[in-house]
T-cell receptor, first 114, second 112 residues
Framework: AQSVTQPDIHITVSEGASLELRCNYS??????LFWYVQSPGQGLQLLLK??????LVQGIKGFEAEFKRSQSSFNLRKPSVHWSDAAEYFC????????????FGTGTRLTIIP | DAGITQSPRYKITETGRQVTLMCHQT?????MFWYRQDLGHGLRLIYY???????DKGEVPDGYVVSRSKTENFPLTLESATRSQTSVYFC???????????FGPGTRLTVL
């Protein structure tokens, strides 16, 4: 069965610093990979997604993620964080075509300090 | 307004009562989903639907019932609420796997 691991429960970063949130998945073939962001009291918003092709994908709000098959990872990055980036971030995976079930990691809470 | 809406946004009920959470989307997306979000568990899929009149169980379906008579609506019913069903419930929709899912604002349910 597919699974997603986000090793970091909580990360604190200074405003203007770079950010990397880790995500590892367990699935035999190349899955569909997603990153979502959830602001307090809100629903989830899709940041970016990867299915195939270029392993570095660009998303909204200045985020990017890199798919590394050899490491089964799909880490999220941002060169310079803003206070408004404080939120919960979820990595998610869907198995290959025919399986509509999205499996989420447990999330990483990002705190931004001035 | 276009998008995906959930009602009510907040609900307090008592153990044993029936509760229905509503979800409505205006995009005519084929797929709709119900998740619950609990601290330490992330989001877990309760039920999903690939089209009207087609539903299937997710990871945690026990105690829940869904129906989908119209493409745009996907209500979730707790037939006899239990305290363990206290949670935040999210509805989502998508046109396809590749498009990703769009989420509603959530319903915070408390079962006393």
């Amino acid at each position: 069965a597919q699974s997603v691991t986000q090793p970091d429960i909580h990360i604190t970063v200074s405003e203007g610093a770079s950010l990397e949130l880790r995500c590892n998945y367990s699935y035999g073939a190349t899955p569909y990979l997603f990153w979502y962001v959830q602001s307090p009291g809100q629903g989830l918003q899709l940041l970016l997604k990867y299915f195939s092709g270029d392993t570095l994908v660009q998303g909204i709000k200045g985020f990017e993620a890199e798919f590394k098959r050899s490491q089964s990872s799909f880490n999220l990055r941002k060169p310079s964080v803003h206070w408004s980036d404080a939120a919960e971030y979820f990595c998610a995976v869907v198995a290959g075509s025919g399986n509509e079930k999205l499996t989420f990691g447990t999330g990483t809470r990002l705190t931004i300090i001035p | 307004d276009a998008g995906i809406t959930q009602s009510p946004r907040y609900k307090i009920t008592e153990t044993g009562r029936q509760v229905t959470l509503m979800c409505h989307q205006t995009w005519s997306h084929s797929y709709m989903f119900w998740y619950r979000q609990d601290l330490g568990h992330g989001l877990r899929l309760i039920y999903y639907s690939a089209a009207a009149d087609i539903t299937d169980k997710g990871e945690v379906p026990d105690g829940y019932v869904v129906s989908r008579s119209k493409t745009e609506n996907f209500p979730l019913t707790l037939e006899s609420a239990t305290r363990s069903q206290t949670s935040v419930y999210f509805c989502a929709s998508s046109e396809s796997l590749k498009a990703g899912q769009f989420f509603g604002p959530g319903t915070r349910l408390t079962v006393l």
